[in-house]
């Protein structure tokens, strides 16, 4: 009974997390179109598809890619076990996220440059409402 009452409350908690996932809060910025390219290292690279101006241009370390208007980012871990984000990271879809400053520390034998520089903390696959 207590593993069916919590298997509830963590479907609760993810379709509340849906819900306000890109209402305003305490982001650095909100409601930010991308594309997933792919993975990098220990991150993703997410294209910026809108005027933000996070995005930064860079030479892959390893192999000839550039990207350009592009992050590196990780997911937030408690976001990732409350949603299934896996749909979001398929080459060339496009959603929109909230994020944070700042990206998960690289493991010891990561040397790939630049390292995640921001986290997900929220995913959409529509736009974000804006209230005015």
Not at 27 to 38: D, E, P, S
């Amino acid at each position: 009974m207590k593993a069916l009452i919590f298997k509830i409350v963590i479907i609760l908690l993810g379709i509340l997390t849906m819900n306000i996932s890109c209402e305003k809060g305490n982001q650095i910025n909100t409601c930010t179109k991308g594309m997933y390219i792919g993975s990098y290292c220990d991150g993703l690279v997410i294209k910026i598809l809108d005027s933000s101006s996070i995005g930064k241009s860079w030479k892959a370390t390893y192999g000839p890619e550039t990207y350009e208007k592009s992050v590196v980012a990780s997911v937030d871990s408690v976001y990732i076990k409350l949603v299934d984000v896996n749909q979001y990271f398929i080459p060339g879809t496009v959603f929109y996220f909230n994020y944070v400053n700042g990206g998960y520390p690289r493991k010891t034998d990561n040397i790939c440059v630049p390292e995640p520089f921001i986290t997900i903390t929220s995913l959409s696959t529509k736009p974000c409402q804006t209230n005015k």
